[in-house]
């Protein structure tokens, strides 16, 4: 069984611009969540998206936006880029989602480690 | 409201002895928690989660975990620590919100460094 896959692994972009990150979750899970960490602010909740709807939203600026597609499959975007959006942006994937009984926990990529120069 | 207290950002072990990683949580609903591992450079891999059944959970690598809702604690531990154990430990607390979802909160971490 394939794990979450997240595209690309690593990604240094300039000032201004603007960046897509891509999530494929497990087979079968409809829930996929969006983290920041950083090592000044630790893991911080960005959004989850489940059955192509955003659920639950973190507390980041507009810059930072998402969407999932029908086969579950998630972007994120990062427009207008700042120099402290660097951080590593791990998508995690679960089958039911904070909507249901959250009890099976999440599985998480490997992440993106965006450096913005 | 909902929280993870990791009290302890950084914990030094020797080879073969003994892990305690400590955790307290508080929920106003009945959680389900869970510990993840996160080696350098990686994503987060679950080791175990307690979900209302028992309360000693076993996990993965030997690791083991038991709910004690009297202290609101939820320690991780493992007898004998290897040098692959090395690593950033995160607790994990999830439960209902008066939204109605789960509220998933994450703690800030236990830097596990095993000394040779």
Known sequence: ?117 | AQSVTQLDSHVSVSEGTPVLLRCNYSSSYSPSLFWYVQHPNKGLQLLLKYTSAATLVKGINGFEAEFKKSETSFHLTKPSAHMSDAAEYFCVVSSGSSGGYQKVTFGTGTKLQVIP
């Open chain 1, 1 to 117: 069984k394939a794990g979450v896959t997240q595209t690309p692994r690593y990604l240094i972009k300039t000032r201004g611009q603007q960046v897509t990150l891509s999530c494929s979750p497990i087979s079968g899970h409809r829930s996929v969540s969006w983290y920041q960490q950083t090592p000044g602010q630790g893991l911080q909740f960005l959004f989850e998206y489940f059955s192509e709807t955003q659920r639950n939203k973190g507390n980041f600026p507009g810059r930072f936006s998402g969407r999932q597609f029908s086969n579950s499959r998630s972007e994120m975007n990062v427009s207008t880029l700042e120099l402290g959006d660097s951080a590593l942006y791990l998508c995690a994937s679960s089958s039911t989602g904070t909507g249901g009984y959250f009890n099976y926990g999440y599985t998480f990529g490997s992440g993106t480690r965006l450096t913005v120069v």
